[in-house]
């Protein structure tokens, strides 16, 4: 599936280039519940966080969520975060939705390259680094 077919995930990305495979498999949890085993591949290219340019990131996540047939079921499961999650089922479910939700769950909330020319930059190189906080050290010496 083209990435440019999901709309959320494409504000989240450098570009709309690239594909992203999915299979989704229904089957049964342990205790027997009708479950959904989301499997999502692909090579997406996030923005950098510290120099601000593209880089691939790829993706490959495998989940089982169960299925519930009303909010009320959903509720009423303790809270585990070791159990699957729940998804509210119904006749008709989207599945780019749920493929796009799977993606974005995947992506890390500030990507980076591991070794970016911005993180080794001159930031860090001695004591003759300017703080941002120079200059209320300065209005504070005078409040006083």
């Known amino acids: 599936m083209p990435i440019r ?19 989704v498999e229904g089957l049964r949890d342990a205790r027997g519940r009708p479950s959904l085993r989301v499997r999502v591949r692909g090579a997406l290219e996030l ?6 340019e593209a880089m691939r ?3 490959d996540e495998e989940e089982t969520l169960v299925l519930a047939a ?3 079921e959903i509720d009423a499961d303790p809270t585990d975060p070791e159990m699957p999650d729940r998804l509210l089922a119904g006749k008709d479910m989207a599945l780019r939705e749920l493929v796009e939700d799977q993606l974005i769950l995947v ?3 500030a990507p980076r390259h591991a070794h970016c020319s911005a993180a080794r930059g001159e930031q860090g190189q001695g004591q003759d680094r300017l703080s ?6 300065g ?3 005078g409040r006083h």
């Open 107 to 109: 992506l890390p909330y």
């Open 5 to 23: 077919g999901f709309s959320r995930l494409r504000d989240l990305l450098a570009s709309d280039a690239g594909e992203v495979a999915y299979e």
């Open 57 to 59: 990131f790829d993706a």
């Open 139 to 141: 209005l504070l010496r």
């Open 132 to 137: 941002p906080f120079a200059g209320l050290k």
């Open 70 to 72: 009303s909010q009320a």
């Open 47 to 52: 923005r950098c966080q510290r120099c601000l």
